[in-house]
Nanobody
Framework: VQLQASGGGSVQTGGSLRLSCVAS????????IGWFRQAPGKKREAVAC????????TYEDSVKGRFTISRDDAKNTMYLQMNDLTPEDAAMYYC?????????????????WGQGTQVTVSS
């Protein structure tokens, strides 16, 4: 049972990246899933989630309209499309998944985590 994240890199302000996270050993479509990030010296924060119960996507305010979370059930993979990146978006990004009863995008409630992929944004 694991999550494998990829797709991070270094871009300039205004650039785009798409993060991917492949799941093995369990099904993402039976889980609440999400992306979180942590910058140096800061607490980990939720970026976006898909809540299993009602299928809604939730976003942190600063990424609304720029980031999109999605899932490909055939590939058992989740994605985070990130557009119009700013230096404030630079962080280690983690994918995570939790039980289908989880209805909030909170890291403490998600028990499966990927290893992280680094996003760097230069001004």
């Amino acid at each position: 049972v694991q999550l494998q994240a990829s797709g991070g890199g270094s871009v300039q302000t205004g650039g785009s990246l798409r993060l991917s996270c492949v799941a093995s050993g369990f099904n993402l479509d039976r889980s609440t899933i999400g992306w979180f990030r942590q910058a140096p010296g800061k607490k980990r924060e939720a970026v976006a989630c898909i809540i299993h119960k009602d299928g809604r996507a939730t976003y942190e305010d600063s990424v609304k309209g720029r980031f999109t979370i999605s899932r490909d059930d055939a590939k058992n993979t989740m994605y985070l499309q990130m557009n119009d990146l700013t230096p404030e978006d630079a962080a280690m990004y983690y994918c995570a998944a939790g039980s289908d009863i989880v209805v909030v995008c909170v890291d403490a409630f998600l028990n499966r985590w990927g290893q992280g992929t680094q996003v760097t944004v230069s001004s």
